[in-house]
Nanobody, 121 residues
Framework: QVQLVESGGDLVESGGSLRPSCAVS????????MGWFRQASGKELEAFSC????????RYLESVKGRFTISRDEAKNMLLLQMNNLKPEDTAVYFC??????????????WGQGTQVTVSS
């Protein structure tokens, strides 16, 4: 049974940085296509940063390009997210997800419980 646990969400001022992480247990992080999703209050879930199972391909939503970087630490079996120049519109609950076959999918097989990111203006 694969489990994902996010941490690192926080309240930060506009222009600040955060580095959420997603600890993977039950299997290796490099056995899955991994993604970061977020859901703001009253809005739909959106995939904003994803990594292929090989780790050679990444995808970013236009609104986070140049500000966010997805990576994985295979030694620690974790998915990471570096978020810089945060904006109030980045405020949301952030989830990591894993799927053995599908990349950046809203129907990914495994999901974490989410971590809250709040950016004050």
């Amino acid at each position: 049974q694969v489990q994902l646990v996010e941490s690192g969400g926080d309240l930060v001022e506009s222009g600040g940085s955060l580095r959420p992480s997603c600890a993977v247990s039950g299997d290796r992080v490099d056995e899955y296509a991994m993604g970061w999703f977020r859901q703001a209050s009253g809005k739909e879930l959106e995939a904003f940063s994803c990594m292929s199972r090989s780790g050679t391909s990444t995808r970013y939503l236009e609104s986070v390009k140049g500000r966010f970087t997805i990576s994985r630490d295979e030694a620690k079996n974790m998915l990471l997210l570096q978020m810089n120049n945060l904006k109030p519109e980045d405020t949301a609950v952030y989830f990591c997800a894993a799927d053995r076959f599908y990349y950046c999918s809203g129907t990914s097989e495994y999901w974490g419980q989410g971590t809250q990111v709040t950016v004050s203006s």
